[in-house]
T-cell receptor
C-alpha cells in the first residue's frame, strides 16, 4: 500500500472551511484514498473515500489531484465537534486486510 | 454507513482476572473482523485478524494465549484478555468490512477502554 504524508497538526477557526492535505506520491492506479477521523476516546469514523474523481457527502468533500499524487479533505464549515485526528489511508480494495493507520493530522477547531 | 458495536465501552478489573470484549456487526455480515489496540497519544496497532469459523491470525508480538479471539458467527467476534495485568490497560477497537461494498471501506466499533488495577 502506498505511503501517505500528512501535517502533524492544523488549526481552523470555527465556521471556516478546514482543508486537510495528504500526499501520496507513490499511489498506484488501483489504490483508493480513504479518510477517517478519530475523536478522543472513540473508534475511528469513516468519512469519505475516492479513486479518481472528487467526491462529496454529508460530512466532507474529497479533492484528488489529476495525477492522484495528493488529495485534500475539506470540511466546509468546521465546528468544535470536528476537533479530531484525521487519517488519510491509501490502499487497494482487499476485504481480508486491515487498514494501517499513520500518525494522521490533529485538527483543532478554535472558537 | 454500516454499524459496528462494541461492548462494554469501558471496564475496570483486578489484576489476574479475565475480561471479554464483544464486537458485533449490527446490519451486515462480517467474515473478517480486525482487533486493534491503542495506547494514549499513539495510533492504532493491529493485534489480530479474526476469521469466522477459523483461528485468528495474530500479529507479531501479540500473545495468542493471552488475547483469545473467537469469531463464532458472521456478526460476532470476541476478544478475551486473560489474566489481565496493568500493562494490558488500553483502548481496544474492532472493525469490519461492510458486506456488499465494492470499495472496501472499513467500519469501526466505538472502542472498549480496559483499566486493570
Amino acid at each position: 500500500d502506498a505511503k501517505t504524508t500528512q501535517p502533524p497538526s492544523m488549526d481552523c477557526a470555527e465556521g471556516r472551511a478546514a482543508n486537510l492535505p495528504c500526499n501520496h506520491s507513490t499511489i498506484s492506479g488501483n489504490e483508493y484514498v480513504y479518510w477517517y477521523r478519530q475523536i478522543h476516546s472513540q473508534g475511528p469514523q469513516y468519512i469519505i473515500h475516492g479513486l479518481k474523481n472528487n467526491e462529496t457527502n454529508e460530512m466532507a468533500s474529497l479533492i484528488i489531484t489529476e495525477d492522484r499524487k495528493s488529495s485534500t479533505l475539506i470540511l466546509p464549515h468546521a465546528t468544535l465537534r470536528d476537533t479530531a485526528v484525521y487519517y488519510c489511508i491509501v490502499r487497494v480494495v482487499n476485504y481480508g486486510q486491515n487498514f494501517v493507520f499513520g500518525p494522521g493530522t490533529r485538527l483543532s477547531v478554535l472558537p | 454507513g454500516a454499524v459496528v458495536s462494541q461492548h462494554p465501552s469501558w471496564v475496570i478489573c483486578k489484576s489476574g482476572t479475565s475480561v471479554k470484549i464483544e464486537c458485533r456487526s449490527l446490519d451486515f455480515q462480517a467474515t473478517t473482523m480486525f482487533w486493534y489496540r491503542q495506547f494514549p497519544k499513539q495510533s492504532l496497532m493491529l493485534m489480530a485478524t479474526s476469521n469466522e469459523g477459523s483461528k485468528a491470525t495474530y500479529e507479531q508480538g501479540v500473545e495468542k494465549d493471552k488475547f483469545l479471539i473467537n469469531h463464532a458467527s458472521l456478526t460476532l467476534s470476541t476478544l478475551t484478555v486473560t489474566s489481565a495485568h496493568p500493562e494490558d490497560s488500553s483502548f481496544y477497537i474492532c472493525s469490519a468490512h461492510a458486506s456488499g461494498s465494492f470499495t472496501g471501506e472499513l467500519f469501526f466499533g466505538e472502542g472498549s477502554r480496559l483499566t486493570v488495577l
